[in-house]
């Protein structure tokens, strides 16, 4: 009995040894990835926003008591549209005594061109006329005078109505002028009708404050009034957030920040829409680096933004910052340091694994760019298997 498990004990550790050398011949079995030739697109992955480039925020400019609120948060407005109605009663009445006080302004000097100045030109002629007639008269009793006929108190008399016809000449004509179109009653009624009409103008305005239009096309993100509210200067009331170009606001990694460049196409997708992808371009690049997170601050044009877009979406931005047409690409997990002065990986020679120093690029979507040290079709063990340069492998079927 001892005999035979001697034997069965020396059968089984034949065979162990045997199967540790048929080991060590052939090599340690392993899957390989295979160096390929392929365009590569380099991208950098990053989250953000959906962001018009500006928001306008609407309030008050008076303080009364809110009527009418006829939109809704969430809706589309035109450009004019009614948003906001508040009492207006008393800037109505103010605007019709406006109108009033243009219309006296108005028939003043209409007054002035059509009667007085008419009126005046009358009086000029017939004071004209007077002075003519006293002047004649004068003229009689000077000859009379010289010849005996009358006394002096007579021509003291024809010489104070004289005198008397031509103040009244005079004063005459100062009136006419004063109240034609370069004469000063002329100007001051055109002056009372300028302020007039500019008071109406200010009066309308301030009419126009009770109503709070939309000063652009767009869509109201936010509304925080209510009819019978009183509002006052100073308070939002609502946001606007006008067509026009829609961007995403996006944080980049300040390591990235190298790659960028303005003008980059990007392709992104709502966080609601994963699965409908836009196209965008690289806009704006902030030159500061936000010292807390580590990231700077890209913004992105979206040409033709797609319908479900809406403000404050969270979206998903792949920008695209290198392409090349015919790269050598080796899988990033076959690459040990990648990040390293001397990245290298583990190339299959003859069914041996030969460690071969390489030069590195750019690295995306699990492929490496090697720049130089391999070619296609090259075979390369993962960086996860740990074996000495000159080690025997054993190559399964692997991933490409």
């Known amino acids: 009995m001892v005999a035979k498990q001697w034997i069965v004990t020396g059968g089984v550790a034949l065979v162990l040894v045997g199967a540790a050398g048929w080991g060590l011949w052939h090599g340690t079995s392993a899957a390989a990835y295979t160096v390929k030739r392929a365009e590569f697109v380099q991208t950098i992955v990053a989250s953000g926003h959906v962001e018009t480039p500006h928001r306008i925020d609407l309030g008050a400019q008076l303080t009364a008591n809110v009527t009418a609120v006829p939109v809704a948060e969430g ?13 207006g009663r ?29 009126v005046a030109l009358l009086a000029v002629r017939q004071a004209q006329v007077n002075l003519d007639n006293a002047r004649a008269q004068y003229q009689r009793q000077s000859d009379l005078f010289r010849q ?3 006394g002096q ?48 103008d200010a009066a309308r305005v301030r009419e126009s404050y009770s109503r709070i239009t939309a000063p652009a096309a767009g869509v109201l993100i936010a509304r925080a009034v ?35 460049v303005l003008g980059q196409p990007a392709s992104a997708s709502a966080e609601a829409y994963p699965e409908r992808r836009f196209d965008a371009r690289l806009a704006y690049v902030n030159p500061g680096i936000n010292a807390q997170t580590g990231a700077v601050t890209t913004k ?41 002065p001397r990245p290298w990986v583990l190339r299959v020679e003859s069914k041996r694994a030969r460690r071969v120093d390489i030069q590195v690029g750019a690295s995306s979507g ?3 760019e090697v720049t130089a040290g391999l070619q296609p079709g090259d075979r390369l063990l993962p960086a996860s298997i740990t074996l000495r340069d000159g080690a025997r492998v054993r190559l399964r079927d692997a991933a490409p």
Request: zero cysteines; aromatic letters at 2%; hydrophobic letters at 40%.
């Open 75 to 87: 809706q589309r407005v035109e450009r004019g549209q009614l948003l906001i109605e508040l009492d």
């Open 90 to 118: 008393e800037l109505q009445a103010a605007v019709r005594a406006a109108e009033a006080q243009r219309a006296q302004a108005e028939a003043k000097l209409r007054q002035l061109v059509e009667v007085q100045g008419p």
């Open 148 to 150: 005996g006929f009358i």
């Open 153 to 200: 108190a007579a021509l003291d008399d024809a010489a104070k109505a004289r005198d008397l016809a031509e103040a009244q000449w005079s004063g005459a004509v100062k009136q006419a002028q004063s109240e034609q179109p370069r004469g000063s009653d002329f100007a001051l009624a055109q002056a009372n009708l300028e302020a007039a009409r500019t008071a109406l």
């Open 226 to 260: 209510e009819p019978g509210e009183q509002v006052a200067p100073g308070r939002t009331l609502m946001t606007l957030s006008p067509e026009g170009l829609t961007q995403l606001v996006v944080q980049v990694d300040e390591k990235n920040l190298r790659h960028l």
């Open 300 to 340: 992105l044009d979206v040409p033709q933004p797609p319908p479900e877009l809406r403000q404050d979406m969270t979206v998903s931005v792949n920008i695209e910052v290198a392409r090349r047409p015919q790269a050598v690409l080796a899988p990033s997990d076959a690459v040990h340091d990648p990040g390293s």
């Open 366 to 368: 699990g492929w490496t």
